[in-house]
């Protein structure tokens, strides 16, 4: 498969990692999974542990969401797609 162009979006505590409020990523596997790796990879063990539960068991942290061209987006498998709009951003909870 062909890599594909995304623009990716970060809110607030998010982009106290990747100091920057969002970015175009080539990714290789387009699949949340594929990009939540390659972003692991680009910010390293403070993003991994965002986005994955301790242990590396591939389980996702609930607490952080994907949104995928205003969709919510739960499964690692989703497939994107070329020019797809994603964001990635923490549960917020009120009270």
Not at 55 to 73: A, E, M, S
Not at 75 to 91: N, S, W
Request: hydrophobic share 40%; proline share 4%; glycine share 6%.
């Amino acid at each position: 498969m062909s890599p594909i162009t995304l623009l990716v979006e970060y809110i607030p505590i998010i982009t106290d990692i990747t100091k920057v409020k969002s970015e175009k990523i080539i990714l290789n596997d387009p699949t949340i999974k594929g990009l939540l790796d390659q972003l692991c990879d680009k910010y390293g063990k403070e993003m991994f542990d965002l986005f994955w539960q301790k242990g590396r068991t591939c389980q996702r942290n609930k607490f952080v969401l994907t949104i995928v061209n205003g969709d919510l987006v739960h499964k690692t498998e989703h497939q994107l797609y070329e020019e797809d709009k994603i964001l990635i951003m923490p549960a917020l909870s009120g009270g």
